[in-house]
């Protein structure tokens, strides 16, 4: 699952440009990003689950099996929610496909980031802030820097990103993953 979380999913739709993905036709890129967003979802629904249904669920020595032992496994599960939350896109998801886009993703990334902030230690809760504000930190995903009258503007990236950020704020993440202004 690690492997998966921290090699795989977080590929960008651009993983054309990879050695080891370049004898992809444009059908099989399509059908691998698909399959690759249903697992997405998949590990998503079975952590919700976890902690939604198992409150008390602590695992040994505190180690979430979605988040991992070691803090690259923590900091890539958190990755791939918050660009899944932000830019699903990147991830592989079709922006074409408001079904699973607003009825089944953002219902589920809203949750489990809601599950998160309540059920994850304060050592994680630290890792899912400061990879949030790296995220933010993104000329790409930073929605105060984005040019709307760019030629390449695409109205359904902006709405995922509008949302994303929806989400992040109604979970109390986005204020505290923001940069910091100077007082000067």
Known sequence: LNLFVSQYAILSVNITE???Y???VPSELDKYNQMKST???SIFQFATLLLERFYSF??????YWFCGEKPAQTEAFFKLLFYTTLSPGSVGFNLNDELILRKKLRPLVLRLCEILTKTIDQDRQVVMTKVLQTILSEPQLDILSIDLIKSDFNIQRM???ISGYEILH???LLLPSLPRQSSS
């Open 22 to 24: 370049k004898s992809l």
């Open 58 to 63: 602590k695992p040994v020595n505190n180690d």
């Open 159 to 161: 709405t995922c990103l």
């Open 170 to 172: 109604q979970c109390n």
């Open 18 to 20: 990879s050695q080891q």
């Open 39 to 41: 697992v997405v979802i």
